[in-house]
């Protein structure tokens, strides 16, 4: 059984700009979530996606988005970067009907 | 309401003690409440997990404890190990899927 992935490990993006980052789900999972963690930080959920369709939104803007694909893996989009945007990234996946989530390591992402 | 409050912010156990993690909550839609514990570098990962009609559930040397009435409940870590330190985190789920984390503890046992 393969775990939660995500790639890449680290990224480095300056003011303005647009990152993508990808999640691949857990064997048997069809659920993705996304979550914000700050330095210090409990993390802060952004959004969910069951479905390929968001199913759940936290206090985020809209230059944040993502995508599920037919296979459960998902992408979350960030438009416009900020500084305040620089966090380690976390995607977890779960069965639909199941509370329990399985995190991947994260994409730490700098904006510069 | 949407807030899970933890405490406290760092913890330094002596090996063999007993660790205590308390977190509280407003909003009486939660229905499921997870613990996570996270390595540097690493993704949270699910230690154990309780639903609020439990008072109590322990899972090896992990327990919660869960008061409904009083919206808290707490992680103990029985026989602490240096290889328990790490951060760990409350959190709280509600409509199945929308999780709010506590700000985390960072817990250290002397060996």
């Known amino acids: 059984e393969t775990g939660v992935t995500q790639s890449p490990t680290h990224l480095i993006k300056t003011r303005g700009q647009q990152v993508t980052l990808r999640c691949s789900s857990q064997s048997g999972h069809n659920t993705v979530s996304w979550y914000q963690q700050a330095l210090g930080q409990g993390p802060q959920f952004i959004f969910q996606?069951?479905?390929?369709?968001?199913?759940g939104r936290g206090n985020f803007p809209p230059r944040f988005s993502g995508l599920q694909f037919p296979n459960y893996s998902s992408e979350l989009n960030v438009n416009a970067l900020e500084l305040d945007d620089s966090a380690l990234y976390l995607c977890a996946s779960s069965q639909r009907q199941h509370n329990e989530q399985f995190f991947g390591p994260g994409t730490r992402l700098t904006v510069l | 309401q949407q807030q899970v409050k933890q405490s406290p912010q760092s913890l330094i156990v002596q090996k063999g003690g007993i660790s205590i993690i308390n977190c509280a909550y407003e909003?009486?839609?939660?229905?499921?409440f997870p613990w996570y514990q996270q390595f540097p570098g690493k993704g949270p990962a699910l230690l154990i997990a309780?639903?609020?009609?439990?008072s109590e559930k322990k899972e090896g040397r992990f327990t919660i404890s869960f008061n409904k009435s009083a919206k808290q409940f707490s992680l103990h870590i029985m026989d602490s190990q240096p290889g328990d330190s790490a951060t760990y985190f409350c959190?709280?789920?509600?409509?199945?899927?929308?999780?709010?984390f506590g700000a985390g503890t960072r817990l250290f046992v002397k060996a």
């Open positions: 959190a709280a789920v509600t409509g199945g899927f929308k999780t709010i």
């Open positions: 909003n009486t839609a939660f229905d499921y």
């Open positions: 996606y069951y479905r390929e369709e968001e199913n």
């Open positions: 309780i639903r609020p009609d439990v």
